[in-house]
């Protein structure tokens, strides 16, 4: 007769073999290795928590130091790629195949290894996009997460940094999987439950608190006279004349820099109110002397910020705080925010080629994407109007009946045309492909596609991609806002001035800006320090940013 | 460490009487630009001493954009480079005829 309960009893079965060594849900910490043994099969499709912000590092460790001859060939399915042991596992032979979204601090490793054939490579994902596979084809087997205090029950508190738990643990509880949390704590009542605790199997009570990376802090201190003068742009030609409210930013300092020339340049032009109000983003300091000068009414945020916990909780109005005060953070939901309720994504990148297709994949780096190419997309399935996605819409096409147009997602690239160590961000060829070639890849590592750009800001000017109207346009468009770099000094002078009258380029003074306006005395906080100030000394940045 | 010397005509004496003013640093990634009164009217004269080599033509670029835009008839202009990119370089190029022309403004 048929089973059809054969992946309940192999849950079962799993439980079984992990409750030897576990007193009722907890388990020591010293046993976290034994545990995964007993509970992980060779093969599995294994979830270990990790994504660009919190880590479930003591779970990482546990699991890179198991008997290879019991636990082997796993195929890790996992936001991050951000630990040393991540990659251990590769090279151990725990793991196997990888399917992934983000891999910031271990790029040069991780390409190492996948030209040394250490890794299968499924593919490189956006975060909303290995969620949704958690729910169709990469369901995890076992999830191994992380928390700041679980009770004896198993119910769970994440505190600010919820970030991809509620995602992993739906997918994994509810189809026959094992989840096991790490926490800093056992506690006889949760702050709040933010995971029920029917859905945690195991908890591992670890001696440190979890790491946390502050991905989203950026020192106004570092911010150039070069990024003030793309985020003077940025504000005037294209925030100001679209009415963008509601939007995301990336984690660069540029936008940093747009962040804090608003209650100063952004005041100026009397853009208070119409635009910048609503916000898909992680608590970034930087936005402190705006939230502080009212300009900001709603943030939802992917993930917590080291040292902003106090600030946020002090601030329910413009946060989304739990019945303990703190942040309530969920990277799926703020992913499908910013993908469908946000008109703009504004970001950084390493790489742009004359169609406008970019990337941060170099040619020994593979750094993952994180939310940017989600972020930075135009959703097909969106139908509410706003002002400024009828107005990109209308750009892009003039001649559709107005009632038959799609709108348009503002979707921004931000960049200085020289990166660091002078390299060019404009090429004629991204080295993604070249990477995507050596590995036999069927599609090379895209950060945001030529199609859904709409607009390159460098220091250089703005180029309109949506008043482009042929692939040569295009391309002289992108070259005029190139700067001195080899793309840019090969520009078409002619054509460049056509554009520039049409207001597809936009140069400085196109846009009546001065470059020897953009000064550092615009920032509305010039140092850490100075944001501390803004937040009434409710922000606690982390020692490495103390520097007074 | 590469030079460059770089002679342009500029359409007009630039304003002001200050005989020399300096901008910027020398330090990694940034520059120091002297410049000097001491060229006839309607020419413009740039020195450039920079640790990076291979850059040659962007500096031309920048340079001739400068002479174009900024008309710096009569200076003489010496740059001391770090690695500044062409941004900041185009940047304190500009910075340092506006200090010159301060006492006109």
Sequence with gaps: MASWQKAQAARNARLQAGAKFAKGKIVQAADATVLLEAVIRPGDRVCLEGDNQKQADLLAAALAAVDVAKVHDLHMVQSGVVLAEHLDLFDKGVAKRLDYAYSG?????????????????????????????YFVDLTPHVALIVAVSADRDGNLYTGPNTEDTPTVVEATAFKDGVVVAQVNEIVDKVPRVDIPGDRVHFVVKSDKPFYVEPLFTRDPGAVTETQILTAMLAIKGIY??????????????????????????GERLGLKGKIATHFALNPHPTLIPAIESGWVQQIHAFGGEVGMEDYVRARPDIYFTGADGSLRSNRA????????????????????????????????????????????????????????????????????????????????????????????????????????????????????????????VSEAGIANLLLCRNKDEREQAIRAVAGYTDVGRKRDKRLVQQLRERGAVRWPEDLGIDPLDADRSLLAARSIEDLVHWAGGLYMPPSRFRNW | METFSFRHKAERRSAGTKAQAIVGVVASGNLEVLVERNLPDTECHVEVSTPIAGFGPVWEAVVADFVERRSPGGLKLSINDGGARADTVALRLAQAVRLIEEDVR
Aim: proline fraction near 6%; glycine fraction near 10%; include cysteine.
């Design chain 1, 105 to 133: 601090p271990q790029s040069t490793r991780i390409a190492r290894m996948l030209f040394g054939g250490k890794i299968e490579l499924g593919a490189v994902h956006t975060y909303l996009e290995l969620f949704a596979r």
């Design chain 1, 240 to 265: 100001a004349p679209y009415g963008v409210k509601r939007l995301n930013h990336g984690i660069g300092f540029n936008t940093a820099a747009i962040e804090l020339l608003l209650p100063t340049y």
């Design chain 1, 333 to 456: 939901f703020c992913q499908m925010a910013g993908l469908y309720a946000c008109d703009m994504f504004i970001g950084s990148t390493l790489q742009i080629d004359l169609s406008g297709n970019s990337s941060t994949v170099t040619a020994s780096r593979i750094a993952g994407f994180g939310g940017a190419p989600n972020m930075g997309s135009d959703p097909h399935g969106r139908r509410h109007p706003s002002e400024p996605w009828l107005r990109a819409g209308k750009e892009a096409e003039p001649d559709t009946p107005a009632m038959l147009r799609r709108g348009r997602k503002l979707v921004v690239q931000i960049v200085e045309s020289f990166g660091d160590k002078n390299v060019p961000t404009f090429v004629e060829k991204l080295d993604a492909i070249e990477l995507a070639e050596k590995l036999g890849l069927e599609l090379a590592p895209i950060m945001v596609y030529a199609d859904d750009v709409t607009h390159i």
